[in-house]
């Protein structure tokens, strides 16, 4: 490469897609009680509103892998790059409730396109090991910082120019990573004979979109409704239906062998059981805060900050102490701490002071950030390479999953219960449960040693 500034551009063009992509998940917790007031949504609208976008980006991500392989990696992020971006201008126009939602579904479809193939075009940017290494490391501590800057940003726009500039901001980082991608990433190979597996495809966006539903319309309808349940059984019939397809397809969109590896199948559910927890707590708590405490969308995002903030820290610490410890120390510790902070929220009392909750929301985030390099490691060490793709499109799904799964059950909980503080303090309490799953699941699937695979 000519010089180092252009051999870091692929890198900042891949990091401001990825960094776009999450920073979506949490800018818009802060600022979906404003604008569920301003377009008179209900509840359960403004679960949609957070979870359209999480469910499709889970459901369309193995497509997207796919797309990827089939079609190149750098021109499927280019068109997840230009939908997201497009979408976003959307968002920020909506005139009500439907409609935004329904771009937010489309925001959740570019960001399918963009995340598969973002750690390919690193792959192939950076083929030196040592260099990839800080490429990966530099990609994974996206998520802390945009996660970090989400709440408070969204606070920050919806305090002083309005919720709709929180879609905005997506407009000049989209048009910039077009641009550098264009100009600094190569081109990147085809693979004519990967097959798309569009029943395969067609059952994952199912049963990720049928499971939100039900728990989403749990809240509003009852947990023994009988629509409720049936879209519980339906989502189930789903995942069944994806998994016969894939152990009868002669090319499937994800060889179920992949998944008899213990590594990569408990890795995989870490993911989903970490970001059920932290997800889950950042978005009740914004509602506990606005709604109850009466803080504004600023000071809401000022409260959330200790939580957010930890991640970005926790991310390079792990990063740094995993080649000697290996990731099996560093998962379960960050589990285990998550897991003390959330119960720590629960047996905080009905109405808690805001000081006693500081410590439990910085031991949540830093736990589930410390314990986020160790388990992608897992998962992309346990892939062979022709399958390092839908080795990160499957952590990536089951997290989102995760992800979507904890705002929906998190808001049924607020609906259901008695008062705010009970459906608060259930909600923790059922994420501590999770984190502590985590932490068993780490112990028996996450290997020991030390990795020196250059994964982040």
Same mark, same amino acid.
């Given at each position: ?20 992509? $999450?920073?979506?998940?949490?800018? $818009? ?29 889970? /459901? ?32 920020? !126009? ?19 396109? $963009? ?6 075009? !690193? ?15 530099? +990609?994974?501590?996206? %998520? ?5 800057? @989400? ?11 309005? +919720?709709?500039?929180?879609?905005? $901001? ?150 740094r102490l995993s080649r000697r410890t290996g990731d099996r120390p560093l998962v379960i510790s960050g589990m285990l701490l998550a897991a003390l902070g959330l119960a720590g929220w629960a047996a905080a009392g009905p109405d808690p002071a805001y000081g006693l909750l500081v410590l439990p929301m910085m031991a949540a985030g830093f736990g589930t950030s410390f314990a986020l390099t160790g388990s992608t490691a897992t998962v992309m060490g346990a ?6 793709? %839908? ?21 049924? !909980? ?14 923790? /309490?059922? @994420? ?10 780490? +112990? ?13």
């Amino acid at each position: 490469m000519p010089s180092e500034r252009r051999s870091w551009a692929p890198l900042l063009a891949v990091c401001a897609g990825y960094f776009m992509v $999450i920073l979506d998940v949490t800018v $818009i917790n802060v600022a979906v009680p404003v604008v569920g007031r301003e377009l008179s949504a209900s509840l359960t609208g403004i679960q949609w509103i957070t979870d359209g976008y999480t469910l499709v980006f889970a /459901g369309f991500l193995l497509t997207g892998g796919a797309l990827g392989d089939r079609l190149g990696n750098r021109r499927v992020f280019c068109w997840g790059v230009a939908v997201f971006t497009a979408s976003s201008a959307a968002c920020a !126009l909506a005139p009500g409730a439907a409609f935004l939602v329904a771009a937010r579904l489309v925001e959740g479809l570019g960001a399918a396109l $963009i995340v598969p193939g973002s750690l390919a075009l !690193l792959q192939q940017a950076y083929p030196e090991p040592d260099v990839r290494s800080r490429a990966f490391g530099l +990609w994974g501590s996206m %998520a802390g910082i945009a996660a970090s800057a @989400g709440p408070l940003l969204g606070g920050l726009l919806v305090s002083t120019v309005g +919720w709709r500039w929180v879609f905005l $901001i997506n407009l000049p980082v989209g048009a910039a990573c077009l641009a550098l991608t264009l100009r600094h990433v190569a081109r990147s190979p085809r693979r004519a004979d990967r097959a798309l597996d569009w029943p395969a495809q067609v059952a994952v966006v199912a049963a990720v979109a049928l499971l939100t539903a039900a728990l989403n319309e749990a809240g509003r309808r009852g947990w023994s409704d009988p629509a409720v349940l049936a879209g519980l059984g339906l989502a189930v019939l789903s995942a069944a239906a994806f998994a016969l397809r894939e152990r009868l397809a002669r090319s499937p969109a994800l060889p179920l062998s992949l998944l008899h590896a213990r590594a990569m199948s408990g890795g995989a559910l870490i993911g989903l059981l970490f970001n059920f927890g932290f997800y889950g707590m950042v978005f009740t708590a914004s509602l506990e805060f606005q709604h109850q405490r009466a803080y504004s969308a600023l000071g809401t995002g000022l409260a959330l900050f200790p939580a957010v903030a930890m991640t970005m820290f926790a991310s390079v610490l792990s990063g740094r102490l995993s080649r000697r410890t290996g990731d099996r120390p560093l998962v379960i510790s960050g589990m285990l701490l998550a897991a003390l902070g959330l119960a720590g929220w629960a047996a905080a009392g009905p109405d808690p002071a805001y000081g006693l909750l500081v410590l439990p929301m910085m031991a949540a985030g830093f736990g589930t950030s410390f314990a986020l390099t160790g388990s992608t490691a897992t998962v992309m060490g346990a892939a062979p390479p022709a399958y390092s793709g %839908a080795a990160s499109a499957l952590f990536n799904t089951t997290r989102q999953v995760g992800s979507a799964t904890g705002v929906a059950l998190g808001g049924s !909980l607020l609906a259901s219960a008695a008062n705010y503080g009970t459906g608060i303090r259930t909600s923790m /309490g059922i @994420g501590a449960l999770a984190y502590l799953a985590a932490a068993v699941l780490a +112990w028996r699937c996450v290997p020991a040693k030390p990795r020196h695979t250059g994964q982040a």
